[in-house]
Structure formats: structure tokens, C-alpha cells
């Protein structure tokens, strides 16, 4: 891996940790208003979470196809069955717009389906 490549992971991670630290922490805010330790607490596993998931990458990284396999799986069910349950359901629930949200959650698969085709990934 070189520097570029490097750089460019970081700043991914860098920019989504941030913006999911943020919703998580509205979220925790808003569901435990008066337990701030629980709160604290639940943060920092989250912060946990990255450089763990950073080692485990690192450990299984060259271990073999049928591990990055597996983990892909795990990841692509992970943000399916979000989608399903949370996101999606909660989105088409609230009046107004339905028909634009339909549109552009039907390109927003079509953008994703097309990732399938680059050579590489």
C-alpha cells in the first residue's frame, strides 16, 4: 500500500467516523436524556470500534480469500438489514415527498448496482 492510498483511507474513515459519531450522539442523547455515563460509556466502545476494526483487517488481510469473504458478507448484510429496518422504514413513514423518496432511492440502488461492474472491486 502506498502513501496515496494510505491517505485516502484515512480521510474516509475520518469523515465517516464523524458523521456517525454524530448521529449516534444525537441518538444517545435523545434515548438515555439522563444518563450521561451510559452515554460516555457507549461512545467510547464506538470509538473502540474502528481501530479494532482496523487491526482485525490488518491481521486477516493477507490470511486468505474465503476471510475477506466472510467479512464483506458480514459488512454488506450489516448495512442491508440497517437499511431495511431503520432507515428505509423510517423515511417512507413520515408524510410528504413519497414519491421523490421512491425516486431517489430507486438511483441510489442503481448507483450501488453499477458499482458491481468496475473492473477490480
Known amino acids: 500500500m502506498n502513501l496515496t492510498n494510505l491517505l485516502n483511507i484515512v480521510f474516509a474513515i475520518t469523515i465517516h467516523k464523524s458523521a456517525a459519531s454524530v448521529s449516534l450522539g444525537i441518538a ?3 434515548t438515555f436524556p439522563n ?6 460509556q457507549l461512545i467510547f466502545i464506538f470509538a ?8 482485525l483487517g490488518m491481521i486477516f488481510a493477507n490470511a486468505g480469500e474465503i476471510y475477506s469473504i466472510v467479512f464483506s458478507s458480514l459488512a454488506a448484510g450489516t448495512f ?3 437499511a ?5 422504514v423510517e423515511q417512507f413513514s413520515t408524510p410528504g415527498n413519497r414519491w421523490l423518496k421512491l425516486f431517489v ?3 441510489g440502488c442503481a448507483i450501488i448496482t453499477c458499482l458491481w461492474f468496475i473492473p477490480g472491486s
Do not use: H, N, Q, S
Open 28 to 30: 444517545l442523547v435523545k
Open 35 to 40: 444518563d450521561f455515563r451510559l452515554v460516555r
Open 48 to 55: 473502540l470500534a474502528t481501530p479494532t476494526g482496523v487491526v
Open 84 to 88: 431495511c429496518t431503520e432507515v428505509i
Open 105 to 107: 432511492f430507486l438511483v
Open 80 to 82: 442491508i438489514y440497517i
